[in-house]
């Protein structure tokens, strides 16, 4: 079955730099969500999108913002890259409501590694 | 706020031996908890939710957990480990505030000996 896909895998930048990750859901499914995931710690949400608009927002930095695009994809754009900013980014998707799927259950991609230098 | 505790960092267990894993929540209303599995560089894998109904609930590769609403909690459990189940163990809660994000716990992780 085709999963979450996330690029890049890794990704190494210097500090200041700019970064973008990119999420492509699951087919069918038209909500996203990004998660960061900091070295030893649990995954905190950052923010979510449904239907290509923004639905939920979590602590995610000024620096950072996220869009949703016409086929569902998500891409989050990172600026003037900190150190702490170092982590596992997660995407994950759900799927649309219909009467045998659920809107409950979170799909998660394989992650990207963000390395700040 | 909803959320979620997993008290023990880490928990041992033999081969073959019955596993659990700790969870409790603290929610406002009904809980839609979920346990997801981590292996070392993967994404989190859904194991198994929590919505309503019985509250004995089985999910992927033999595991199933326990919704006990008096204890507040959602114990992960298998039969019979296996070495291939040693990984990190997270537990999670639905936002009901924003019926999106999910709220983890800090993790479990698992390490099953031969």
């Known amino acids: 079955a085709a999963g979450v896909i996330q690029s890049p895998r890794h990704l190494i930048k210097e500090k200041r730099e700019t970064a973008t990750l990119k999420c492509y859901p699951i087919p069918r499914h038209d909500t996203v969500y990004w998660y960061q995931q900091g070295p030893g710690q649990d995954p905190q949400f950052l923010i979510s999108f449904y239907e290509k608009m923004q639905s939920d927002k979590g602590s995610i930095p000024d620096r950072f913002s996220a869009q949703q695009f016409s086929d569902y994809h998500s891409e989050l754009n990172m600026s003037s890259l900190e150190l702490g900013d170092s982590a596992l980014y997660f995407c994950?998707?759900?799927?649309?409501?219909?009467?045998?799927?659920?809107?409950?259950?979170?799909?998660f991609g394989p992650g990207t590694r963000l390395t700040v230098l | 706020a909803q959320s979620v505790a997993q008290p023990e960092d880490q928990v041992n267990v033999a081969e073959g031996n019955p596993l659990t894993v700790k969870c409790t929540y603290s929610?406002?209303?009904?809980?839609?908890l979920f346990w997801y599995v981590q292996y070392p560089n993967r994404g989190l894998q859904f194991l198994l939710k929590y919505i309503t109904g019985d509250n004995l609930v089985k999910g992927s590769y033999g595991f199933e957990a326990e919704f006990n609403k008096s204890q507040t909690s959602f114990h992960l459990k298998k039969p019979s480990a296996l070495v291939s189940d040693s990984a990190l163990y997270f537990c999670a809660v639905r936002d009901i505030r924003s019926f999106q994000k999910l709220v983890f716990g800090t993790g479990t992780r698992l390490l099953v000996s031969p």
């Open positions: 929610v406002s209303g009904n809980p839609y």
């Open positions: 994950a998707s759900s799927p649309t409501p219909g009467p045998r799927t659920s809107t409950d259950t979170q799909y």
